[in-house]
């Protein structure tokens, strides 16, 4: 979960220093390990009320570190709330169901997506033209997002094997999650990154709230440890630290530095996801991330010139 919409100003390489490579790597880290760790909530815990948890961890910290920012009118929090509805409701809701039907090295593989799509949505809206190695990097990483959802070695025993269905809403997160980072750009201009942030979770929180509800009336399941410290990280850590740290890093380093950690997450949520739930790495596979990183490469390069 990147925000792609803030860019800094007056900064160069020289700037860089070892504290800000440790909070690259963290950063990484942080993210990497959201999609491992959704997974080990899902254990225990179905996806409404998980991810309906999660948000109202974020919540309150998120609004805590928005105080004596910018101010939202009361004309445009109608828009400040749909934005939410997209990212939440849909995005990451889209994304919780889908990682319940998919293994969770595959599900980090297609989120890798991501900055692809914020890539061809911000060209369609400020109607840019999408240049051939954009093109190309777009159709690498899709067939090899074919081809890690069809590889079949990655499954561990005892583990759900990835289904079509899974996949596609991962990638229909993937695809919102983008949508909402480029629709999001003229707010967060206008009235900064944490006060839209802020807003528009709790919307998207409230409207998710009567459906966790009615889940976990309906859903028998036990409440454990494990699945309130995974809510509570992907609240407090992923949510809200990862966001607040991405923005000290784009004050303290070049955009195009900061952004390549995007490059490191899906290393360290494979990672995690073979020591948490032994997901073996089929050829396929194998392949296919490197078509899916590669693509990624191919098109925010190309972007970034």
């Known amino acids: 979960m990147s925000d792609a919409t803030i860019t800094p100003t007056s900064l160069n390489v020289s700037r860089i220093t070892l504290l800000s490579v440790a909070g690259m790597l963290l950063l990484a880290v942080i993210w990497g390990l959201s999609i491992p760790i959704t997974k080990l909530g899902l254990e225990t815990m179905p996806p409404m009320v998980l991810t309906a ?18 101010r939202i009118p009361l004309r445009v929090l109608p828009k400040v709330a749909a934005l939410g509805l997209l990212g939440i409701g849909v ?32 060209a369609i809206r400020l109607g840019q033209s999408v240049s051939l190695r954009q093109k190309l990097g777009l159709a690498g990483a899709f067939g090899g997002i074919a081809l890690v959802a069809l590889d079949r070695g990655g499954a561990a025993a005892g583990v759900i094997e990835t289904t079509l269905a899974g996949a596609a809403l991962v990638l229909l997160s993937a695809l919102t999650i983008a949508f909402y980072y480029v629709w999001s750009v003229e707010q967060t201009n ?77 290393v360290f949520g494979i990672g995690a996801s073979a020591a948490l739930f032994g997901d073996r790495m089929g050829g396929l596979f194998l392949i296919g991330v490197a078509f899916v990183l590669a693509g990624v490469a191919l098109t925010v390069i190309a972007q970034r010139k």
């Open 91 to 122: 995005g990451q809701v889209s994304q919780t169901f889908g990682i319940a039907e998919a293994s969770a090295s595959v599900s980090t593989i297609i989120s890798a997506m991501i900055p692809i799509f914020i890539v061809i949505f911000a």
């Open 53 to 70: 948890l999660r948000f109202g961890v974020a919540v309150p910290f998120l609004f805590l570190f928005a105080i004596g920012r910018h």
């Open 190 to 266: 206008r009235y900064g990154t944490v006060t839209v942030a802020a807003w528009s979770t709790l919307a998207g929180f409230l409207a998710i709230v009567p459906f966790a509800l009615h889940e976990a009336a309906t859903t028998p399941f036990t409440v454990e440890p494990k699945a309130i410290a995974s809510a509570v990280y992907l609240g407090l850590a992923v949510t809200a630290a990862g966001l607040f740290l991405w923005l000290w890093l784009l004050r303290t380093i070049p955009a195009r530095i900061a952004a390549s950690v995007q490059f490191l997450q899906p």
